[in-house]
C-alpha cells in the first residue's frame, strides 16, 4: 500500500527516557513533516524537511531532534521526556501543496 | 446544522440533512485553502482544497466556499451520512509560507 506509516502507534514510558519514532512515505513526495497534536485536537507543526534538509522548525524545545536519512524518513527523537510531552505525534508529506498524514503515534509520559 | 469560529464546537446534525463547516482564517495574504477531515485514531485526511482566485470549489457531496472579503471559509457537506462524523479542519497557507491549521470542528451523525 502507498502511504505514510508511523512507528509506534503507542508510546507509553515515564518522564526523563529518551524515545524515538520513525516515519516512511513511500509516496516519492520530497517533503516531510512532523506535526503534535495535543489533547484539544489542535494540530501544530514542528518541523518539516525538503529532501533531507531541514526547512521549518518551530519554536520547539531543543530536546526534539528530527532526523532524516533519506527523503522517504523522518524521525523524531525525543530525549529527557516531559509530562507536557504527552500528545499524538503526526507525520505528513507532500510533494506540492496537498499533505499526506501518517496514522499518528499517540505518547503517554507518565 | 452549522458551526462557526477556530474552537473545536460540536456541529450535531441530522443524517441525510447537509452540514455547514465555517472557518474564519487569520492572513489576508493566505492564497490556498484546504479542509482535512480526522476519524477517531487515525490521520487527518484530506478532503478538498481550494486557491485564492476561486470563490467556490466542488467535489463528490462536498463544496468548499471562499469569501476572502471577510476571511471565510465554509466547507458544505450534502446529505450527511453516519461515516462523515469526525473532526474537520480548515488549513490556510500563505504565499510562500507553511500551511496553519484552525482548531477543528466535531461533526457529529445522528440517526
Known amino acids: 500500500d502507498t502511504a505514510v506509516s508511523q512507528t509506534p502507534k503507542y508510546l507509553v514510558t515515564q518522564m526523563g527516557n529518551d524515545k524515538s519514532i520513525k516515519c516512511e512515505q513511500n509516496l516519492g513526495h520530497d517533503t516531510m513533516y512532523w506535526y503534535k497534536q495535543d489533547s484539544k485536537k489542535f494540530l501544530k507543526i514542528m518541523f518539516s524537511?525538503?529532501?533531507?534538509?531541514?526547512?521549518i522548525n518551530e519554536t520547539v524545545p531543543n530536546r526534539f531532534s528530527p532526523k532524516s536519512p533519506d527523503k522517504a524518513h523522518l524521525n523524531l527523537h525525543i530525549n529527557s521526556l516531559e509530562l507536557g510531552d504527552s500528545a499524538v505525534y503526526f507525520c505528513?508529506?507532500?510533494?506540492?501543496?496537498?499533505?499526506?498524514f501518517g496514522p499518528g503515534t499517540r505518547l503517554t509520559v507518565t | 446544522g452549522e458551526s462557526v469560529g477556530l474552537h473545536l464546537p460540536t456541529l450535531s446534525v441530522q443524517e441525510g440533512d447537509n452540514s455547514i463547516i465555517n472557518c474564519a482564517y487569520s492572513?489576508?495574504?493566505?492564497?490556498?485553502f484546504i479542509w482535512y477531515k480526522q476519524e477517531s485514531g487515525k490521520g487527518p485526511q484530506f478532503i478538498i482544497d481550494i486557491r485564492s482566485n476561486m470563490d467556490k470549489r466542488q467535489g463528490q457531496r462536498v463544496t468548499v466556499l471562499l469569501n476572502k472579503t471577510v476571511k471565510h471559509l465554509s466547507l458544505q457537506i450534502a446529505a450527511t451520512q453516519p461515516g462523515d462524523s469526525a473532526v474537520y479542519f480548515c488549513?490556510?497557507?500563505?504565499?510562500?509560507?507553511?500551511?496553519?491549521f484552525g482548531a477543528g470542528t466535531q461533526v457529529v451523525v445522528t440517526p
Open positions: 488549513a490556510e497557507r500563505p504565499t510562500g509560507g507553511k500551511l496553519q
Open positions: 524537511y525538503n529532501n533531507k534538509e531541514l526547512i
Open positions: 505528513a508529506s507532500s510533494l506540492r501543496t496537498e499533505q499526506y
Open positions: 492572513n489576508s495574504a493566505s492564497d490556498y
